[in-house]
């Protein structure tokens, strides 16, 4: 099977994940219960990793945390995922990270640009 490049916009994505869920009677009210159900999703895809699974397994593996977070976004009204996102990079791009004495970055500020 060749692999195909496809552009999609997480709107789009969101709608036919959501459209899905309530097609075959998944949940689409407890966020509390879709967050264990992420957990699980990332336990997976741990494993996966872990196990050195092929690509393909561990990029499904990917695809369902994904997948599961679009959910927790729907459920918690997270109306333009697409924006938070993009926020979400910017605000990161304005933070300094020095590291520590073990070796790992910590936050120290953000940028005034």
Do not use: H
């Amino acid at each position: 099977m060749k692999e195909e490049k496809v552009m999609m916009d997480l709107k789009r994505v969101a709608d036919e994940m959501w459209t899905n869920k309530i097609a075959k009677g998944f949940n689409i009210s407890d966020v509390n219960f879709e967050l264990v159900r992420l957990y699980g999703e990332v336990s997976e895809l741990g494993d996966a990793i872990w196990k050195k699974k092929s690509k393909d397994e561990i990029a499904s593996e990917v695809a369902d945390v994904f997948l599961y977070l679009l959910s927790v976004a729907r459920m918690a009204d997270v109306d333009d995922i697409e924006i938070a996102v993009y926020n979400k990079l910017i605000e990161n791009s304005k933070r300094v990270y020095e590291k520590n004495e073990n070796g790992v970055l910590d936050r120290v500020d953000d940028k005034e640009n």
